[in-house]
DNA sequence: TGCCAGGCCCTCTTTAGGGCCTT
């Protein structure tokens, strides 16, 4: 379905293609960079620090088995939930006829599901925040405490590992040019990657290996064409009902302020369901509990400390997530972390807004 | 005047400063 729905949407690019393997060479050898990777389910199952318990390793262990029946694309959804519409803010209105006001349903998600509301915030630029972070505040959005006490967690989580590379440190003058995800539960299509054009010179190549040339280019997916699909790539990987919790190293600071960044200015409102966490602040916390030789808190200490082994090279988004990918059951094993005490060290965006706000 | 990354943590601190982490 994900197949048909893209090919619906780039149908006027003829240099569009969908694969299931070999992203790393396509990559390096082809125009197309737009990708849809099958990859084998997580290899995580297999490292030898998992240990048993509420640890994330034995959530994506049990996960990832649920996943192997309940087929990517399973879900079935009506038009008003594919591409020709724009996202759709996935929040219950208590009675739309007696409030405006939308508000979380956090108590009785068994009668969920019930209106779904499509509201596209007006255009925007990063200058015209001051409007965008109003209407953020006008939402509620859940909260972090409320949905870490969910006993059926399990059941409502979504766990993907992403990463992006820039042109630069900024936020606001620098653009994404390589988004890779990885959903922790495995299965068909469980990883996303592409390269973004950000209609601009591209300065750090030294650091990535992408070249300007290599993303402006035409047939090269815009960050307004790829919205979209990222959005119904979540929604297709999401539960019913349930949350997405976006991991990334250094995602308070980096990751999830540029993504955040990119939605705004592509004035596409953020879902309410997703949360972000941090694996920097636990790297540094398993140094600080001491008794590991972890030099630092950086990706690649992790990566020597755990001795995780991934082809290709760091600084490019997949790989970045490969990496991650690995590491992340590791460490919260290390550091006993329940998926509620993860939740609970997670922000979601309006987090994020009030703090721009604030700057 | 114009330009500028920003959040977190630690300490020789606390109305601050510097280092780490991300590209």
Request: net charge positive.
């Amino acid at each position: 379905m994900l197949f048909l729905l893209c090919l619906a949407t780039f149908k006027t690019s003829s240099s569009l293609h969908l694969h299931c393997q070999g992203t790393f060479e396509l990559m390096r050898t082809r125009s197309c960079i737009f990708s849809l990777t099958q990859v084998p389910r997580c290899s995580i199952h297999s490292l030898p620090k998992c240990r048993e318990g509420e640890a994330l390793c034995n959530f994506i262990k049990i996960y990832g088995n649920k996943s192997s029946i309940r087929l990517y694309g399973s879900r079935i959804y009506g038009p008003e939930r594919g591409f020709t519409t724009k996202w759709i803010k996935r929040c219950v209105t208590k009675r739309a006829e007696e409030s405006k006001q939308t508000t979380w349903d956090t108590k009785s998600r068994s009668t969920k599901h019930e209106s779904f509301r499509e509201e596209i915030l007006p255009n925007a630029t990063v200058n015209e925040n001051t409007t965008q972070l109003d209407q953020f505040q006008k939402i509620q959005w859940p909260e972090v405490q409320e949905i870490a006490q969910y006993k059926n967690l399990s059941d409502l989580l979504t766990v993907i590992v992403f990463d992006v590379e820039t042109t630069g440190y900024s936020r606001v003058n620098d653009r994404i040019i390589d988004i890779a995800l990885r959903d922790l539960q495995g299965g068909e299509h469980s990883t996303f990657q592409t390269l973004v054009n950000p209609q601009c010179h591209v300065p750090n190549s030294h650091v990535h290996g992408i070249a300007t040339h290599m993303v402006n280019r035409t047939d090269v997916p815009r960050m307004e064409d790829l919205v979209p699909i990222l959005l119904q790539y979540i929604r297709s990987r999401e539960k019913h009902d349930g949350y997405v919790l976006w991991v990334a190293h250094n995602a308070r600071a980096f990751d999830a302020p540029f993504l955040m960044h990119e939605f705004i200015r592509c004035s596409m409102e953020i879902p309410h369901n997703w949360l972000f966490l941090d694996t920097l602040p636990l790297a540094r916390q398993l140094i600080k509990s001491g008794g590991t030789n972890l030099s630092s808190a950086s990706l690649a200490a992790l990566r020597e400390f755990y001795r995780v082994e991934v082809d290709g090279l760091a600084h490019r988004a997949m790989v970045d997530v490969n990496t991650l990918s690995q590491v992340l059951p590791v460490l919260t094993s290390d550091l006993k972390l329940t998926l509620s005490s993860l939740v609970k060290k997670s922000f979601s965006f309006s987090d994020l807004m009030i703090r721009a706000k604030k700057r």
